[in-house]
């Protein structure tokens, strides 16, 4: 079956450290987008990439980082310069932009702070 | 900031029973209006995507209805069933860059036996 797969479920983090986030998708979509969600708040963007090699800043992007050098690949870079990264973090993806079209979203990974 | 309230924030119900949750939108512009539903530890998965130009959409026994002009949006569940415990999520699209995507905050519905 078709969908995303986010990895991994549970990652812990030290202080000043940078951890990667994995999110792969066999949807054939060319939209990728990142998103943050913590408790009693709304999902709010992170990074979002439209096609390879191009990704642009959400409302939330600082401290973070993104790479698009595949279609099916776009990992998120939590870096210590984000002091408050614990939260539950989905990926999604979309297909093409040009009529409206549902987000589809990965299970997510729990980062936490050590 | 645009805004998108739910309510309620949660709501407990008896299996078998029918419930209508609320979405109000406070700003323009306007392209689409989406519910999802995020099981605990999981991410969220669409119901219904509607445009201005749609008052109603189904999808089994989830029905949303949308009224563009007063900016507000429901899903009502018909039957409710325990696999119906999860929250709602009602995301309104300005139709902008990364689907110009305005998330609300949820309401948590439970099912009771």
């Known amino acids: 079956d078709g969908g995303i797969t986010q990895s991994p479920k549970y990652l812990f983090r030290k202080e000043g450290q940078n951890v990667t986030l994995s999110c792969e998708q066999n949807?054939?979509?060319?939209?990728m987008y990142w998103y943050r969600q913590d408790p009693g708040q709304g999902l709010r963007l992170i990074y979002y990439?439209?096609?390879?090699?191009?990704?642009q800043k959400g409302d939330i992007a600082e401290g973070y980082s993104v790479s698009r050098e595949k279609k099916e690949s776009f990992p998120l870079t939590v870096t210590s310069a984000q002091k408050n990264p614990t939260a539950f973090y989905l990926c999604?993806?979309?297909?093409?932009?040009?009529?409206?079209?549902?987000?589809?979203f990965g299970d997510g990974t729990r980062l936490s702070i050590l | 900031k645009n805004q998108v309230e739910q309510s309620p924030q949660s709501l407990i119900i008896l299996e078998g029973k029918n419930c209508t949750l609320q979405?109000?939108?406070?700003?323009?512009?306007?392209?689409?209006l989406r519910w999802y539903k995020q099981d605990t530890g999981r991410g969220p998965v669409s119901l219904t995507i509607?445009?201005?130009?749609?008052n109603t959409k189904s999808n089994g026994r989830y029905t949303a209805t949308l009224d563009a002009d007063t900016k507000q949006s429901s899903l009502h569940i018909t039957a409710s069933q325990l696999s119906d415990s999860a929250s709602y999520i009602c995301?309104?699209?300005?139709?902008?860059?990364?689907?110009?995507?305005?998330f609300g905050k949820g309401t948590h519905l439970i099912i009771q036996p």
């Open positions: 979405c109000n939108y406070t700003v323009s512009p306007f392209s689409n």
């Open positions: 990439s439209q096609i390879v090699n191009d990704f």
């Open positions: 949807l054939n979509h060319d939209a």
């Open positions: 999604a993806s979309s297909a093409d932009r040009g009529r409206i079209q549902p987000q589809h």
């Open positions: 995301v309104w699209g300005s139709g902008g860059g990364a689907d110009g995507l305005t």
């Open positions: 509607m445009t201005f130009s749609e």
